[in-house]
């Protein structure tokens, strides 16, 4: 494998949550495998995320997973644990980058040639895949917080702040998933 090849694409799922987990992921693709129909992970169905993971799974040179709780992100705030998930991704892979891209405007402090591309989800794959490795895992985590949590609906919003979960937020109080430093959140706990 050439060096020149070893590009790893990085990007996250659930900065925008009111709750649970900032998720990152980070994907070296193997050229010779290539896997068609890679892109946004919010412009695939739920059914061809999940396919479409299996396949970075069993076809990239590397791939991890980075994340950043709901505490760690009350302490340091999003943008600053995104970036360190992101960190988390990027260091955990066995197959070592020459190269990273990151989704976004941001990158993270890292000991390899780092770049930012707006929009990168769209136009190079291995960030399209670390999108959709991202999603499908922090969906699964939302889901089996439902289990827990089954009155707040998080398998049905992600912890977005939706009306549904609004109103369980103002009926039930928060959950300790909840990011007390958003807006909604807070607002909660102070009234």
Same mark, same amino acid.
């Given at each position: 494998?050439?060096?020149?090849?070893?590009?790893?694409?990085?990007?996250?799922?659930?900065?925008?949550?009111?709750?649970?987990?900032?998720?990152?992921?980070?994907?070296?693709?193997?050229? &010779?495998?290539?896997?068609?129909?890679?892109?946004?992970?919010?412009?695939?169905?739920?059914?061809?995320? /999940?396919?479409?993971?299996?396949?970075?799974?069993?076809?990239?040179?590397?791939?991890?997973?980075?994340?950043?709780?709901?505490?760690?992100?009350?302490?340091?705030?999003?943008?600053?644990?995104?970036?360190?998930?992101?960190?988390?991704?990027?260091?955990?892979?066995?197959?070592?980058?020459?190269?990273?891209?990151?989704?976004?405007?941001?990158?993270?402090?890292?000991?390899? /040639?780092?770049?930012?591309?707006?929009?990168?989800?769209?136009?190079?794959?291995?960030?399209?895949?670390?999108?959709?490795?991202?999603?499908?895992?922090? &969906?699964?985590?939302?889901?089996?917080? &439902?289990?827990?949590?089954?009155?707040?609906?998080?398998?049905?919003?992600?912890?977005?702040?939706?009306?549904?979960?609004?109103?369980?937020?103002?009926?039930?109080?928060?959950?300790?998933?909840?990011?007390?430093?958003?807006?909604?959140?807070?607002?909660?706990?102070?009234?």
């Amino acid at each position: 494998m050439k060096n020149e090849l070893l590009v790893a694409g990085v990007d996250e799922a659930g900065r925008g949550p009111l709750a649970g987990p900032v998720v990152t992921a980070a994907v070296i693709l193997d050229p &010779d495998r290539p896997i068609p129909g890679i892109g946004d992970s919010k412009t695939l169905s739920a059914r061809r995320r /999940e396919e479409l993971a299996v396949l970075i799974r069993e076809r990239s040179l590397a791939w991890a997973m980075g994340r950043a709780e709901a505490a760690e992100i009350d302490d340091i705030n999003i943008l600053q644990a995104t970036l360190l998930a992101m960190r988390r991704a990027v260091l955990s892979l066995r197959v070592k980058p020459v190269r990273v891209l990151v989704d976004g405007n941001r990158v993270p402090t890292l000991p390899f /040639e780092t770049q930012a591309i707006v929009q990168g989800d769209k136009t190079v794959p291995a960030i399209g895949a670390a999108s959709i490795l991202a999603k499908v895992s922090r &969906d699964a985590e939302m889901i089996a917080l &439902d289990e827990r949590y089954p009155e707040y609906g998080f398998a049905r919003h992600k912890g977005y702040p939706t009306r549904i979960h609004m109103m369980a937020l103002h009926e039930h109080g928060i959950c300790p998933a909840h990011r007390l430093t958003f807006g909604p959140v807070r607002a909660v706990l102070e009234r």
